[in-house]
């Protein structure tokens, strides 16, 4: 198996998140998990309380990377001079990243305790991640460039009919299982309604995987070679996952609208208070190593 090297980038920072997260929580066990009132007698309090000298930098740390995060996708998807410094999609992923694992770290600073106004600001952090993990579902669902660009409708259609194409001239298929590909991916252009394109997709989903398994199984039965059967599968999976992602791009599209329009009110809130909450401190004389 060959890794790309789009792959390793995913794979190393995944490795780097979860590294580092397990590290903290193994080394910080005996204190997060003390009750609060027992927590000031553990020899670990000095170090990992929210002003501790780990549990302060872990605030800061995280909230840094959540704003790098942040700051340098949203400049890198609006400022045109920036358009040739790496893949945007790549940035997205860097985005996750960052911000991923600030809030973990945010996590560890807080030690598990929250109170106060700055409470508000842990719980739409937390709301922005999680509402996070949903929109990069819908992003994967629209169709996009190697790059990252959403393509346009016609676009789609296109590399639908090279797909088709593909495997009409190359592999010298039967007519009976050509007309079986063209039947199992067959898009459906009606609207759906957005209440139920969710439904919709895990319905698609669903079916496209059993149409997959008796292509498979009529394959093996065939002519074909081994080595084509492999290609032609992978085709034949390219183009179910294409034809779904036609029959509900416009569903997905306006949800992503409307995603974003309630993604960005809990990164600002989440903002705000922490820059209050960075105020406070600092006026109690919190300056961490400084
Ligand atoms: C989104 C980012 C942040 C969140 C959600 C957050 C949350 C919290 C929470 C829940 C506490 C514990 C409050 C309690 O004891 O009841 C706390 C304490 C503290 N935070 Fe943060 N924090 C964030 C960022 C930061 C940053 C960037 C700094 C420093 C520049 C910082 C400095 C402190 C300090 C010094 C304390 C201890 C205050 C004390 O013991 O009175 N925090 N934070
Ligand atoms: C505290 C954490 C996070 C904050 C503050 C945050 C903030 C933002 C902001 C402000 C945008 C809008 C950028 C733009 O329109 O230019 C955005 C976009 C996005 N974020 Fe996050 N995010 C966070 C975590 C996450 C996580 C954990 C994920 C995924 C697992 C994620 C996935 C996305 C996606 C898919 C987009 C849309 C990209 C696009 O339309 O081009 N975010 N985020």
């Given at each position: 198996?060959?890794?790309?090297?789009n792959?390793l980038?995913k794979?190393?920072?995944?490795?780097?998140?979860?590294?580092?997260s397990?590290i903290?929580?193994?080394?910080?066990?005996?204190?997060y998990?003390?009750?609060?009132?027992k927590?000031f007698?553990s020899?670990?309090?000095?170090l990992?309380?929210?002003?501790?000298?780990?549990?302060?930098g872990?605030?800061?740390?995280?909230?840094l990377?959540?704003?790098?995060?942040?700051?340098?996708?949203?400049?890198?998807?609006?400022?045109?001079r920036?358009?040739?410094l790496g893949?945007?999609?790549n940035?997205?992923?860097?985005?996750i990243?960052?911000?991923?694992l600030?809030?973990?770290l945010?996590?560890?600073h807080?030690?598990?305790?929250?109170?106060g106004?700055?409470?508000?600001?842990?719980?739409s952090m937390?709301?922005?991640?999680?509402?996070?993990?949903?929109?990069?579902?819908?992003?994967l669902?629209?169709?996009?460039?190697?790059?990252?660009?959403?393509?346009?409708f016609?676009?789609v259609?296109k590399?639908n009919?090279?797909l088709?194409q593909?495997?009409?001239?190359n592999?010298?298929?039967s007519?009976?299982?050509?007309l079986?590909?063209?039947e199992?991916?067959?898009?459906?252009?009606?609207e759906i309604?957005?209440s139920?394109?969710?439904?919709?997709?895990?319905?698609k989903?669903i079916?496209?995987?059993?149409?997959l398994k008796k292509?498979?199984?009529v394959?093996?039965?065939?002519e074909?070679?081994?080595?084509n059967?492999?290609?032609?599968?992978?085709l034949i999976?390219?183009?179910?996952?294409l034809?779904?992602?036609?029959?509900?791009?416009?569903?997905m599209?306006?949800?992503?609208?409307?995603w974003h329009v309630a993604h960005?009110?809990?990164?600002i809130l989440m903002?705000?208070?922490?820059?209050?909450?960075?105020?406070v401190t600092i006026?109690f004389?919190?300056?961490?190593?400084?």
């Open positions: 198996m060959i890794i790309t090297l792959q980038y794979i190393s920072l995944f490795l780097i998140l979860s590294v580092i397990v903290i929580l193994y080394f910080g066990w005996d204190y998990t003390l009750p609060l009132n927590r007698f020899e670990l309090h000095t990992l309380k929210p002003s501790g000298a780990l549990g302060h872990f605030g800061i740390i995280g909230s990377m959540m704003l790098v995060g942040v700051v340098s996708y949203m400049i890198r998807k609006r400022v045109k920036f358009s040739r893949a945007l999609k940035w997205l992923i860097f985005h990243f960052l911000c991923t600030g809030p973990i945010v996590l560890y807080t030690a598990f305790k929250f109170g106004l700055v409470s508000i600001s842990f719980w937390a709301a922005v991640v999680v509402s996070g993990f949903i929109g990069r579902f819908i992003y669902q629209i169709p996009r460039t190697i790059e990252g660009n959403e393509l346009s016609n676009d259609n590399l009919i090279n088709t593909r495997l009409r001239e592999y010298n298929l007519e009976s299982i050509l079986m590909i063209d199992f991916s067959f898009v459906d252009l009606e309604k957005l139920s394109a969710i439904s919709s997709f895990i319905k989903t079916e496209q995987r059993k149409a292509i498979k199984s394959l093996k039965k065939s074909i070679s081994k080595e059967r492999k290609e032609v599968i992978r999976k390219s183009k179910l996952v034809t779904r992602k036609i029959s509900l791009l416009k569903s599209q306006k949800l992503f609208g409307y960005l009110p809990f990164a903002l705000l208070i922490m820059l209050v909450h960075v105020g006026v004389g919190y300056r961490w190593v400084f």
